[in-house]
């Protein structure tokens, strides 16, 4: 599953930060060239039906091919996530650690796609779930999908 079946109904969930606007730059302090650590997110629209949530952070312009910075799911319903706090069950990034991993582009403005789902299940996952294991593992179970995009270029 490599993006949300647009045929499937699910909701619209609305995500934003208050640290930075929709399509704006990521502030230093969350990534790799400040305190890395993740930023705060707002969800609106959540169904009721939701039982927990799931959130997948990356980059899609990385040279290599999408960079995956963050993995997290089995987070209780919830319309506020903290900054630099773990929400749920996090699984392994593409920099092999289980926590999140700020933007830090090689070269260039990169965009940072910060994707949270509202599931109808808990999902039992192992600690090193990646995360193509949890969009397989969801992929039946969701009922509502938002994303906020921010952009960041590395201050050399």
């Known amino acids: 599953m490599k993006h949300i079946d647009k045929a499937v109904d699910y909701k619209q969930l609305v995500i934003s930060s208050s640290a930075f606007k929709a399509d704006g730059l990521i502030p ?5 060239d400040g305190d890395n650590i993740n930023p705060p997110l707002e969800i609106k629209d959540i169904p009721e039906n939701a039982v927990c949530l799931a959130l997948i952070a990356d980059d899609p312009d990385a ?9 997290v799911w089995n987070i209780p319903v919830t319309h506020h996530l903290k900054e630099d706090h773990i929400p749920g069950l996090e699984g392994i990034n593409d920099f092999q650690q289980k926590h999140y991993g700020g933007p830090c582009p090689p070269s260039g403005t990169h965009r940072y796609f910060f994707k949270v789902y509202a599931l109808d299940t808990l999902l039992e996952l192992p600690s090193g779930t990646n995360k193509l294991q949890l969009e397989k593992a969801m992929s039946e179970h ?15």
């Open 28 to 32: 230093s302090k969350y990534t790799c």
């Open 63 to 71: 040279p290599g091919g999408t960079w995956v910075h963050w993995v």
């Open 142 to 156: 969701i009922i509502g999908f938002g994303e906020l995009i921010g952009l960041y270029k590395r201050l050399k």
